[in-house]
């Protein structure tokens, strides 16, 4: 649900956070978000990645509450 996605984004920090967002849903690509926090695109492909690979783990210990939906 929406609701838990957005629970599971909340536990990332906020770096990792604003690099999902903005991948996500923004469409931006890991150059550009990179040029923004004026990092390499390999920190933020990075932490992209490993965001992803938390929020998933994230969902499936919280894949209960998809059931009540």
Same mark, same amino acid.
Request: hydrophobic content about 35%.
């Given at each position: 649900?929406?609701?838990?996605l957005l629970e599971a984004i909340r536990t990332?920090?906020?770096e990792k956070r604003?690099?999902?967002l903005l991948y996500y849903f923004e469409?931006?690509?890991d150059t550009e978000i990179a040029?923004?926090?004026n990092t390499s695109r390999s920190t933020i492909q990075y932490r992209r990645t490993s965001s992803f =690979?938390?929020?998933r783990k994230y969902? $499936? =210990?919280n894949a209960d509450e998809?059931? $009540?939906w």
């Amino acid at each position: 649900t929406p609701k838990l996605l957005l629970e599971a984004i909340r536990t990332l920090p906020e770096e990792k956070r604003k690099a999902i967002l903005l991948y996500y849903f923004e469409g931006m690509n890991d150059t550009e978000i990179a040029e923004l926090f004026n990092t390499s695109r390999s920190t933020i492909q990075y932490r992209r990645t490993s965001s992803f =690979e938390k929020l998933r783990k994230y969902l $499936e =210990e919280n894949a209960d509450e998809w059931d $009540e939906w």
